[in-house]
């Protein structure tokens, strides 16, 4: 467990759907806990570096849930419908993930779900399934937090 979840009970954990029937639940927000805990010196310091070790399991995460979006929508059943996968050769490997082209409406998709331009979401998307199908090593160390 992390300095920050130790201390302020903080998890980062994926969304999943629950009833509740109190009604929302209002959480202080991170940005006031640091100073509200007396942090300084070495415990602010280790404090920084655990947020930035957090980051980068959230940015292999978020990579590899776009991987995972954009692997689902190419297998669309017919090949020239709108945003089906755009790698058709008869010689190819369906299974090679490397080959699996995103779908064409992938980064408007995101840009609706990350509240982003398409363009800035077009090379996220771009970039996360370069670190996620081309570089599997580097993207396993982001999820460590080693990077």
Known sequence: MTATAERFWVEVTPRLSAVRDEGPVVLPRLTGLAASAGLEGVELDAELASVHRQMS?????????????????????????????????????????????????????????????????????DDDLALVRQFPVVWHALADGRI
């Open 57 to 125: 399991a959230l940015a292999a995460y978020r990579a590899g849930l776009i991987e995972r979006k954009a692997t689902l929508g190419a297998r669309q059943p017919l090949p020239f419908a709108p945003g089906a996968r755009t790698d058709t050769r008869p010689d190819a490997d369906v299974d090679d993930p490397s080959l699996q082209a995103a779908d064409d409406f992938l980064p408007d998709e995101v840009a609706v779900l990350l509240n982003m331009s398409v363009a800035s979401a077009r090379y996220l998307v």
